[in-house]
């Protein structure tokens, strides 16, 4: 895929791999649109480095995913900014909350960010990507591998919590629904793939686990090469560099199509009132 000339949105840019992807990315675009959950005048510094290597425009929007309604103002926005999303990388994240934690629409907060959030922009911005040449990245992690999934049960209604197991379960959730979209999504989306961008030493693994990593310019590049890569990934899970087989639950075409339906029926009612919406707004 040329970097001459493309449009690239990332979310979650603001803090650890997403920082130091939108560094990496910067001086090779026409366009990044980045997005974090901090208010514009906090993030100032990291875009005056962002726009001074960057050869072309560099965009902020701001968005807490704790609200859907913030992700369809996050899609108006950068509908409003370009016609066209060459790349769109779905990397915002959180830790498992210390305890159950809902968020302002009903739903797990863990899972609301790292899943639920992710799928409605990608909805959103579907249209914007191009069918034969985008594509939709979906940072995942290796911890998917460790966990099961029950779609009626997204929200720990029944099940016990635990902080980690949250987000190993929305993480699989995403290599799922990254699988989906390429094998069963009733109209294919331009090109998908998902990956674990390594043991990354941030602050979301601390928050978890009490172990070192490299650093967050590998796991940087390892999300680059999932975004930038010339031929198709067809819904394929990356460990690393490498494709690898994932949970055997997100090969499952039926476990792909409970989760799905489930999904939407979290994410109706998610739009926002007419007033709030325009034609296109992390």
Excluded: C
């Excluded at 369809?72 to 934690?101: E, F, Q």
């Excluded at 290599?175 to 674990?196: M, Y």
């Excluded at 979301?204 to 070192?212: E, Q, S």
């Excluded at 476990?255 to 998610?270: K, N, P, Y």
Aim: hydrophobic letters at 40%.
């Amino acid at each position: 895929m040329s970097t001459r000339d493309i449009t690239v949105v990332l979310t979650g840019a603001t803090s650890g791999i997403g920082e130091a992807t939108a560094r990496s990315l910067a001086p090779r675009l026409t366009r990044l649109i980045v997005h974090g959950p901090e208010r514009p005048q906090d993030v100032t510094g990291q875009l005056a480095e962002l726009r001074a290597a960057s050869p072309g425009e560099v965009h902020y929007v701001q968005a807490d995913y704790d609200r859907l309604t913030a992700v369809h103002r996050l899609a108006d926005a950068v509908a409003d900014l370009t016609d066209r999303v060459d790349v769109l990388i779905n990397n915002a994240g959180r830790p498992g909350a210390p305890r159950r934690r809902l968020s302002e629409d009903g739903n797990e907060a863990t899972l609301q960010t790292n899943y639920l959030a992710a799928v409605l922009l990608t909805e959103r911005l579907t249209p914007l990507v191009p069918a034969a040449t985008g594509r939709v990245v979906h940072v995942a992690s290796a911890t998917h591998l460790s966990v099961s999934l029950d779609p009626d049960d997204l929200n720990y209604e029944r099940s016990a919590y635990s902080a980690t197991t949250a987000y190993a379960r929305s993480k699989l959730a995403l290599v799922a629904h990254a699988r989906w979209l390429a094998e069963q999504a009733p109209v294919p989306p331009p090109d998908t793939v998902s990956l674990h961008p390594g043991v990354i030493r941030t602050t979301l693994l601390h928050a978890m686990f009490d172990i070192g990593g490299d650093s967050v310019t590998h796991g940087a590049q390892n999300v680059m090469n999932a975004a930038l890569a010339d031929g198709r990934w067809d819904g394929r899970y990356l460990d690393e560099l490498t494709p690898a087989r994932p949970n055997p639950a997100a090969l499952d075409p039926g476990f792909r199509d409970r989760l799905i339906h489930r999904t939407a029926e979290l994410l109706r009612g998610s739009a926002p009132v007419q007033e709030e919406s325009h034609a296109g707004h992390r």
